[in-house]
């Protein structure tokens, strides 16, 4: 059996798996994750919330791109001064923008699902906490996760692992706590890219999943290179 067992794409019992992640811990969060988790309470509130899961869903692309990013600056470097690059470097290079491409994908996803549905509740976003303060976290978190990556990809990848651990399961929470959206019908005409989910409730518990994959591609990486 795989290490890693990846959901995407797969036909899934949501509440088996909501069960299975909040019968687990999630993995340690280091300083600089403690202290988002810390802003994040104290900006948007403790409660688990559709219009402050948007925020987090707009800083979780940031470490993909810091991948793909950085991925294509060292296959640059070694196409130029290389006269034959090693192909095993140049597939494990292209590996990364391709995982970085798919997870920034991903994370969209579930970003313009959540506003649209946010948009359909009639749920207004406030200036303040929807544009000036997320551009502020968005600058510092990119600027982060370029460094981390460029100093040393592991801590890139073990700090993303802890991250959406972290979004895992704050998804299965948020959907334990809404029991109602188990019967509220979804419809969003982001399906056309997404999987299609009956339910709200199967939506959420849905993009936990995705969570869970991001986290087990973050420690699979991590494990090649240790
Ligand atoms: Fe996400
Ligand atoms: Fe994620």
Partial sequence: MAKYEYTIGQE?????EQAKTLATPSLPANFILRMIF??????YGKERT??????????????????ENGAYKALSRL????????PQVTDELLHLIDLGREGQDNEQWHLLLLADIVHQKGIKLS?????????????????????????NPCWSFAMN????????????????????????PVDTAYFQYYPRQRTLGDLIRRIGLDERDHMNHSLEELGKRA
């Fill in 79 to 86: 196409y130029a001064v290389c006269d034959k690059p090693c």
């Fill in 38 to 43: 810390v802003v994040f309470d104290l900006v």
């Fill in 12 to 16: 899934m019992d949501l509440r088996k």
């Fill in 161 to 184: 692992a802890a991250f959406e651990s972290h979004a895992e399961h704050q998804y299965m929470l948020m959907a334990k706590e809404n029991p109602a959206w188990d019967q509220e």
């Fill in 127 to 151: 200036w303040f906490h929807h544009y000036l303060i997320p551009r502020i976290l968005l600058i510092k978190y990119n600027l982060l996760a370029k460094l981390i990556f460029w100093i």
């Fill in 50 to 67: 559709l219009p402050k899961f948007i925020v987090l869903e707009m800083l979780a692309r940031y470490p993909y791109w810091a991948w």
